[in-house]
Structures are given as structure tokens and as C-alpha cells.
């Protein structure tokens, strides 16, 4: 097993993750199989009871692991399934060495940090680096692991001392360390400055590490004299310092290091040589088409993301990527508009009437709205406002979770005339509770305590855009994290009033996916399927929302050339999954693609 760990330096979001996403679909187009890791030094478990705007999002993976956001540009990059145990925390380190100890595996030792938490961490690598992510049958040839913060912060100390143990215990031509850093420009001089890239492996080397690979971030290219002094200083060959400075889109960045011989010299590193096989020269054709695409698209699609964290990107960073990867695939540029679901609300039009004003006029000049999940009561009757809008006016909504569970109150509300609609997550004492609490959910247990990961969803309606979207599938596996739940007790009512329940779970009580029939494009989903979007294999729904939003949409159906009916639920029969290989489906590149080697998507 080879292993490459990413470090930052200087200052904290400078890229470590898409630079180690990058590192590795590089190693991926030279033939090898990667897998990768992310180690968090806070002290949390994981990432499930952080709030978005401390961290950013919460990602879920297949297995219900609520992890840190890096793992979701894993996914995407490398198009892998990764599992919980490939985000290390300092807990999780912790919470296993104390359960050793309870049970006596220490027996007569005084637990310390050195040896026990920093073998337990190098245990922990060498044991997750070998399970295959990528589908395939035995470990993989590469693990890309991610040291989260910044070289000299207190809490990756133990960290920093494994991981420098661990180069030793896998020794030389196995261990590849990447460093990134900063380099600077101060205005006043004009000048690329490299004292702060010095200073940084200065730091590393003090603990430990030495550099191989130095990658600097900038705004510019790096000059040449520049790369000079850092090679001088930093005691780093010229060959491998790789600049990466600012670009047009992220998926430039696998092509940066390709065009400097990234790839070569980590190769060099790791002992691993041309055979004419693998690894090989590489192969980057479709990344390369898709980051060009991309800059070139002019005919923009507006979709307003009505939430409550819209101060920071980073909280619905998944739902971004999967809106990126459904408007490249229907070729239009994609401009999000950010609407605060409080300044949507009565109540703002006389605090902040401006802010109010704004948000209104964003809502109404986007060509599609988007309200996606969120906990808490803040901002709710925006959201609700938000669909209704849509509802109304014939606007393409996508509802995700808490998206959804908004549209089915506000269909109450307005088209029931159910006034005390509500969930009884916002109002216990609700006379109307169209969402409840799930029954096996814990109110005292936070982590970990939803219903997360991969479930499986049936479609129930015939035709629905859904199904066609999902190329006609019987059902779909998709990642869940909610704590409550559309009330099984109103689908009749619901239904009966002209809102459809077309995608159930296995006992048909628990709703998925409704419907509109009437409208364009109104959808809302219970799971989350921005999280299994990839380049070039966008999730469907945001597919069709992108469509709707830009008039594609009949002919995106059209083309979907139906093959199967959904079943009724006392009708399902025993499913199988796609075999490998494409699907008699025109759509297979957009809709079945959507799933490493076809899986996912049942028939």
C-alpha cells in the first residue's frame, strides 16, 4: 500500500481538499486505484451535531456516517463510495483507545498519548486504507489522506507525531507528503512573497515531516525566480514545486498538476515506475472536455436557493456541486441567487423592508426554486412563502427534505385550507401535524440518532416525471438525514386534494417523493440526492429541475424511451441491480451513469 498525506500551511482554507481530490483523480487516470482519507482533530465524534455555519455541510455517506464536507469532494472527484471510517476525528481516536482501556487491553499500562493514541491512529489508517471504495475486488494501490487544519495547530499535534511514526513504519518508496501553502502578494510591494511557505515547512520539518511535494496556492502563476528561492529554502527539487493559482473552475486542477508532472514526480516518491501498464500517462480526455464546457457556457439558468444558511456557501455545498453538474449536462451557466428565507417573511417587510424587498425580487426573477433540508424554526414561513410562490406561479421547485415537508404544509395550508397545518417539529401542539416525528428517533440523543444513510424508495405512479427521470426505475437507493416525517394518517387527504406520493419506502407508510401533476416541475424529496451527484453523472432530480428551469424538460422525458412501470407496492417483485455495462436507455450517460458501474437504480 502507498500513501499520500496532504498538509496545509500559512492559513486555513487554502484548498487541501480539492487539492488531495485532485491528487487523486491524477493517480486514478494513471491506472491506479485510490481510496482516500480524511483526518478532523476536533474533538467531536463526527461531523452530525455541527451547525453549517461552524463547518460548513454535513455529508452522509451510503453507510449513514455523518462526515466532514472534504469526504463529499472525494466522492465526486474520484466517483467512489467512501464509509464512515474514513473521516478520523479525534474522538473517534479517543472514544477507541478509552474503550480499550475499560476492557482491560492496556492491562498494568499508563495510557498515553505516545504510543496508544498515536498507534491507534496508524492502526486506524493501515486497517481503512485497504477496503476497496471503488467497486472492485481487493485493496486499493493508493490511499490519499488529508490532515485537516494548519501545520503548528495544538489539537493535530498527536496527529502530526503519528503520521511522522507512520512514515517509518511503512518506510521509504510507501510514504508521499504534499504540503500546501501560500503564496502571498502584498499590494503595497507588488511582489510574490515566500517567507510564509518557509516558515511553514520550517514548522513541519521541526515536527517531523519533510515536504516532498510542494503545492502553492497564489493568485498568479508562480515566477520562476520564485520557485527558485522556495526550492533553495524549503530544500524541495524545482520539478516538485507545483504552483496552483486561482483558475476558472475547480475541475482545472487535476489538469494543473497533470500539465506540471505532478503525477511524476509523487510516482518517483512512491517507488512506483512506467511498466507501459500501470501506472501510465494520464488519461484525462473527459476532464479535461468537461472543465473547458464549463468556461464556455453563456446561456445562464437562475435558481433561487431559498435557506437559512445562505451567509456561507459551504452549508449547502453538495446541493451547489449537484446544480453544477445538472446545468453543464443541459449546457447552461449556472447563477445561484441566495435568498435568506427570513427576509421572505411578513414580519421583514417591516424590520428590514429593504432586505425584503431584495429577496422578493430575487425569488421572482429566477427561472427555478430550490429550498433545500435545514433544522429549526428560523426562516420556516420564508420556505413556505418560497413554494408557495412556485406553486402558483408554475416556477420549477425542488424540494429536499425539509424542502419537502414545506411544500406538503404549505399545500395544506392553502389548497386544504388547513390553516393550522404545520410541523410538529415547529409547533408540538399543531391541531393539523402533516409531519411528525419519526418513532424511533431519540429527543434526548442528538448524534447520530436520524435516519441517515442509504435507503431504498419505491415509485408507486406510473409516468411521473420522477420515474422517468430515474430512467423508469422500479425503485432508487438514495441518502437520507431527517428526524421527521410527512404523517402516513394525511397521505389520503393529501392525495384526494391532488397532491401525489409517487415514491414510498418498502412498507409504503413512510412518503419519498411527491408530486404535482399539474405543475411543470414541482418535486420534493425526502432524501437527499445532491450527494450521490457526479461530474458528468447528474442526480436526476436536480437534472430535471435545471430542464424546467431552462425549457428542456419535455424533451429530457422524451428521451428517457420508458422500458418499465412503476409496481404498486403489493406488486413489487424481488429486485436486481442493473449488471455493469451501459442500459438500452438514450439517457444512460446523464440518468445511469449516475451510479458506479449501474448500481443504484433497480429494474
Not at 502530526?160 to 507528503?177: D, H, K, M, T
Amino acid at each position: 500500500m502507498k500513501y499520500v498525506l496532504v498538509t496545509g500551511g500559512v492559513v486555513s482554507g487554502l484548498g487541501k481538499g480539492v487539492t488531495a481530490s485532485s491528487i487523486g483523480v491524477v493517480l486514478k487516470a494513471c491506472g491506479l486505484r485510490v481510496t482516500t482519507i480524511k483526518i478532523d482533530p476536533y474533538l467531536n465524534t463526527d461531523a452530525g451535531t455541527m451547525s453549517p455555519f461552524e463547518h460548513g455541510e454535513v455529508f452522509v455517506l451510503d453507510d449513514g456516517g455523518e462526515v466532514d464536507l472534504d469526504l463529499g469532494n472525494y466522492e465526486r472527484f474520484l466517483d467512489i463510495k467512501l464509509t464512515r471510517d474514513n473521516n478520523i476525528t479525534t474522538g473517534k481516536i479517543y472514544q477507541a483507545v478509552i474503550n480499550k482501556e475499560r476492557r482491560g487491553d492496556y492491562l498494568g499500562k499508563t495510557v498515553q498519548v505516545v504510543p496508544h493514541i498515536t498507534d491507534e491512529i496508524q492502526d486506524w489508517i493501515e486497517r481503512v486504507a485497504v477496503i476497496p471504495v471503488d467497486g472492485k475486488e481487493g485493496p486499493p494501490d493508493v490511499c490519499v489522506i488529508e490532515l485537516g487544519g494548519t501545520i503548528g495547530d495544538i489539537e493535530s499535534m498527536p496527529f502530526i507525531e503519528a503520521l511522522g511514526q507512520f512514515s517509518y513504519r511503512v518506510g521509504p518508496g510507501n510514504f508521499c507528503l504534499v504540503h500546501v501553502s501560500l503564496v502571498p502578494v502584498i499590494n503595497v510591494v507588488g511582489e510574490q512573497k515566500t517567507k510564509p511557505t518557509q516558515h511553514s515547512v520550517r514548522g513541519l520539518r521541526g515536527l517531523g515531516l519533510a515536504p516532498d511535494v510542494l503545492a502553492c496556492r497564489s493568485t498568479e502563476p508562480l515566477e520562476e525566480h520564485v520557485k527558485i528561492k522556495l526550492s533553495q529554502f524549503c530544500h524541495v527539487p524545482i520539478s516538485n514545486i507545483v504552483n496552483l493559482h486561482d483558475v476558472t473552475n475547480i475541475w482545472h486542477i487535476p489538469l494543473l498538476l497533470r500539465d506540471q508532472k505532478t503525477h511524476e514526480a509523487i510516482l518517483k516518491v512512491l517507488d512506483l515506475q512506467y511498466d507501459g501498464k500501470v501506472p501510465r500517462e494520464p488519461e484525462l480526455g473527459m476532464w479535461t472536455k468537461r472543465a473547458t464546457k464549463l468556461d464556455k457556457l453563456k446561456t445562464s439558468v437562475k435558481i433561487a436557493m431559498v435557506g437559512k444558511y445562505t451567509g456561507l456557501s459551504d452549508s449547502y455545498l453538495s446541493v451547489i456541486k449537484a446544480l453544477l453538474h445538472a446545468s453543464v449536462a443541459m449546457e447552461r451557466k449556472l447563477v445561484v441567487e441566495w435568498v435568506p428565507s427570513c427576509d421572505l417573511e411578513d414580519s421583514s417587510a417591516k424590520e428590514t423592508p429593504e432586505a425584503h424587498k431584495k429577496a422578493w425580487k430575487l425569488l421572482k426573477g429566477a427561472d427555478g426554486v430550490l429550498v433545500p433540508g435545514g433544522f429549526g424554526d428560523r426562516g420556516v414561513q420564508g420556505k413556505i412563502l418560497a413554494a408557495k410562490y412556485a406553486r402558483e406561479n408554475n416556477v420549477p421547485y425542488l424540494g429536499i427534505c425539509l424542502g419537502m415537508q414545506i411544500a406538503v404544509i404549505e399545500f395544506a395550508r392553502s389548497v386544504m385550507k388547513l390553516r393550522g397545518a404545520n410541523s410538529t417539529e415547529f409547533d408540538p401542539a399543531t391541531t393539523s401535524p402533516c409531519v411528525i416525528f419519526m418513532p424511533e428517533g431519540s429527543k434526548t440523543q442528538m448524534g447520530a440518532t436520524m435516519r441517515l444513510g442509504s435507503r431504498r424508495t419505491y415509485f408507486h405512479v406510473s409516468g411521473c416525471k420522477s420515474a422517468k427521470l430515474y430512467a423508469n426505475a422500479s425503485s432508487v437507493d438514495e441518502r437520507h438525514r431527517h428526524r421527521y416525517e410527512v404523517n402516513p394518517d394525511m397521505v389520503p387527504d393529501f392525495e384526494r386534494a391532488g397532491l401525489q406520493f409517487v415514491g414510498k419506502d418498502e412498507s409504503g407508510k413512510r412518503m419519498g417523493i411527491i408530486e404535482l401533476p399539474s405543475h411543470k416541475f414541482f418535486i420534493g424529496a425526502q432524501f437527499h440526492p445532491e450527494f450521490k451527484s457526479r461530474p458528468g453523472k447528474p442526480s436526476p432530480l436536480f437534472l430535471g429541475l435545471i430542464a424546467a428551469a431552462s425549457g428542456q424538460l419535455e424533451p429530457l422525458l422524451q428521451r428517457s424511451n420508458p422500458t418499465t412501470k412503476a409496481c404498486p407496492m403489493s406488486k413489487v417483485p424481488k429486485l436486481k441491480l442493473y449488471p455493469t455495462g451501459p442500459v438500452n436507455n438514450p439517457l444512460n450517460s446523464l440518468v445511469n451513469g449516475y451510479y458506479p458501474n449501474g448500481t443504484g437504480i433497480h429494474t
